[in-house]
């Protein structure tokens, strides 16, 4: 079936870890997407690419960094840099970079820290 | 004041009971909108898109009216598998595909 992963389901984090989330998909979609969702408020955009080996900033950079080697494939690392990583990370694509294209989302993974 | 603005609910509806939700965006040059659910503690999953003229799936009717800034969502004969948190989306014009999502409205529908 054609989707995207995202793995793992939880996660947890120790002080001054480094945590990477993976999102995998096979839709064939160029564009690609990192959200954080905090209870009672709309997603916010951490990432995005919008085609292979270029990302830019989305409104809540700091303290995440991404890469996108492979069309398929956009990890989202959590530094230690981010005091407050709690949070439900979601990963999305589309197929292309214009507005009326919506965005299809991966199942989500949960980050706590320990 | 948020980009996007919804009424957090939530709705508590008795089954077969229509339902509407409102929302309002700041951006007049926003140029697509979307309506998406969220089940709790899953992801978001598109709802359907809403165009000028009004669209209509099944029962869920989405009405924009760009003039006000303001889109809507109209479920009718409500199922207890509606109860979700509905999220209205908005896309702005220019550059990427960025989208604004509102908080969202929780539905409860009970029998």
């Known amino acids: 079936d054609g989707g995207i992963t995202q793995s793992p389901k939880y996660l947890f984090r120790k002080e001054g870890q480094n945590v990477t989330l993976s999102c995998e998909q096979n839709?064939?979609?160029?564009?690609m997407y990192w959200y954080r969702q905090d209870p009672g408020q709309g997603l916010r955009l951490i990432y995005y690419s919008q085609i292979v080996n270029d990302f830019q900033k989305g409104d809540i950079a700091e303290g995440y960094s991404v890469s996108r080697e492979k069309k398929e494939s956009f990890p989202l690392t959590v530094t230690s840099a981010q005091k407050n990583p709690t949070a439900f990370y979601l990963c999305?694509?589309?197929?292309?970079?214009?507005?009326?294209?919506?965005?299809?989302f991966g199942d989500g993974t949960r980050l706590s820290i320990l | 004041r948020k980009e996007v603005e919804q009424d957090p609910g939530p709705f508590n509806v008795p089954e077969g009971a229509t339902v509407a939700f409102n929302c309002t965006y700041s951006?007049?040059?926003?140029?697509?909108f979307f309506w998406y659910r969220q089940d709790c503690r899953k992801e978001p999953k598109l709802l359907m898109s809403?165009?000028?003229s009004g669209n209509e799936d099944g029962r869920f009717t989405a009405q924009l009216n760009r003039a006000s800034q303001y889109i809507s969502l109209l479920i009718r004969d409500s199922k207890l598998s509606d109860s979700a948190t509905y999220l209205c989306?908005?896309?702005?014009?220019?550059?990427?595909?960025?989208?604004?999502f509102g908080a969202g409205t929780r539905l409860a529908v009970h029998p």
């Open positions: 951006n007049s040059a926003s140029q697509s």
């Open positions: 999305a694509s589309s197929i292309g970079d214009r507005g009326n294209q919506p965005q299809h």
């Open positions: 809403v165009y000028s």
């Open positions: 989306v908005v896309s702005r014009s220019g550059g990427y595909n960025k989208l604004i």
């Open positions: 839709l064939n979609h160029d564009a």
